[in-house]
């Protein structure tokens, strides 16, 4: 069953699985651009950036740049034994100007070995919930135009598409 795990070193060894099975397609939702310019060596040192990035990120506590976002990102798992890294899913707090136009609140992804399983759906409608929580009354979801199953995802859970931009289709989600 799919579940949403706060990033730790402690999963390694199935993050860098998963960051392996995405080779050099992009990893939405994953925060590695943050860390390199998108090409990911999957080794310990990268692995705790990226948790230390989401832990900085999601404390509203703390003041960010003008730029940056509050940000509460999750590894999505298959809570098998053990436990596998399948994906990952992000909630930005706000939106800035850039991400209006082309990213949205949530960005996610599922590793290719692992798609078409219903991963996406079921932590998208997880991540709903937790917007809400947190005081949004509706969220922006975007897609590349051509990603047949991902605007499938974000239709399913109510997505309401308001237009196509720079190659991206741009859906809104009332939480009300």
Known sequence: MTA???PTLDLYD???DCVADFGDEPIPGSGIWQLTDGVLEPTRASCAAMVEIARRESDVRRELPVERVHCDQYWLVDASDPVE???????????????????GHIGYSVRPARRRE???GRALGL??????????????????VDNAASYRTIESH??????????????????E
């Open 4 to 6: 949403l795990a706060l």
């Open 14 to 16: 199935a993050w860098a």
């Open 85 to 103: 890294v399948v994906g990952f899913i992000a909630l930005r707090h706000r939106l800035t100007d850039h991400l209006l136009e082309v990213g």
């Open 118 to 120: 219903g991963h996406a």
């Open 127 to 144: 991540v709903l919930g937790r917007a809400a929580a947190i005081g949004l009354t509706r969220v922006l979801i975007t897609c590349d």
């Open 158 to 175: 109510g997505g309401v598409l308001e237009d196509v931009r720079g190659g991206k289709r741009r859906y809104w989600i009332g939480l």
